[in-house]
């Protein structure tokens, strides 16, 4: 059963993903409310459901994919409140295992992508408003230089920014508005980071 937090958490993700988009330049393909075709099938075929477009996700499925696909795995239920936010969007926009690397650099740990006992303590014991800045910092980073990398992704960097601005809002950054209006920038809404292997020129 969902618990409050991931509950809490759940609608300011949603507000970034929109609805069924296509676009051309997003290596991540056809995707409804954050939920691209590639997982949606995973996530039927676990459920012993046969496939069909993600056009016909249903709210209960896009709710079971988030907590199950990009809540548990990098252990936001072991986060406190704001912080456990700020690594589900992350996870959701970015991937599993780059939130976790994310999360680690922020706290001082060592970075391997793998949620244990020292990454969890680690956490426990930060200082929450700087590990957040932190944390939304590295990220903003990494987009900036993912998009001068690879051009074609620039036209999504305004509305990742967007995203993450309005992020740093609501994990409680002083020098941000919780309320921004959603602005999707030069796309109709927010490209996930795309999966690039391993490639030296990125850190996560």
């Given at each position: ?5 991931f ?5 300011f993700?949603?507000r970034?993903e ?5 676009h ?8 409804n409310?954050g ?5 949606y099938?995973?996530w039927?075929?676990?459920e ?8 016909l996700?249903?709210?209960d499925e896009?709710?079971a ?7 548990l795995?990098p ?18 926009n970015?991937?599993?295992g ?5 999360l680690?650099?922020s706290v001082g ?5 793998q949620f244990g006992p020292?990454?969890q ?8 408003v700087?590990t957040?800045?932190a ?6 980073g990494?987009?900036?230089t ?10 999504f960097l305004?509305g990742?920014?967007?995203r993450?601005?309005a992020l ?13 209006a ?6 109709s ?5 795309p999966d690039?292997?391993?490639d030296?020129d990125?850190?996560?």
């Amino acid at each position: 059963m969902p618990t409050p937090a991931f509950r809490a958490a759940l609608p300011f993700v949603l507000r970034w993903e929109g609805g069924f988009v296509h676009h051309p330049d997003d290596p991540g393909g056809a995707t409804n409310q954050g939920v691209t075709q590639r997982v949606y099938d995973a996530w039927r075929a676990g459920e012993g459901l046969g496939q069909r477009s993600v056009r016909l996700v249903d709210d209960d499925e896009v709710r079971a994919i988030y907590e199950t696909g990009y809540w548990l795995p990098p252990r936001c239920d072991a986060l406190r409140s704001r912080l456990d936010l700020v690594q589900f969007d992350t996870a959701v926009n970015m991937g599993v295992g780059r939130a976790v690397r994310f999360l680690q650099a922020s706290v001082g740990c060592p970075v391997d992508g793998q949620f244990g006992p020292v990454t969890q303590g680690a956490a426990a014991d930060c200082d929450l408003v700087s590990t957040t800045a932190a944390y939304c910092d590295a990220r903003e980073g990494y987009y900036r230089t993912l998009a001068q990398k690879r051009p074609q992704l620039g036209v999504f960097l305004k509305g990742w920014l967007n995203r993450l601005n309005a992020l740093r809002g609501e994990a409680g950054l002083l020098t941000f508005e919780s309320a921004l209006a959603v602005d999707f920038g030069d796309a109709s809404y927010v490209a996930k980071v795309p999966d690039l292997g391993v490639d030296p020129d990125y850190d996560f």
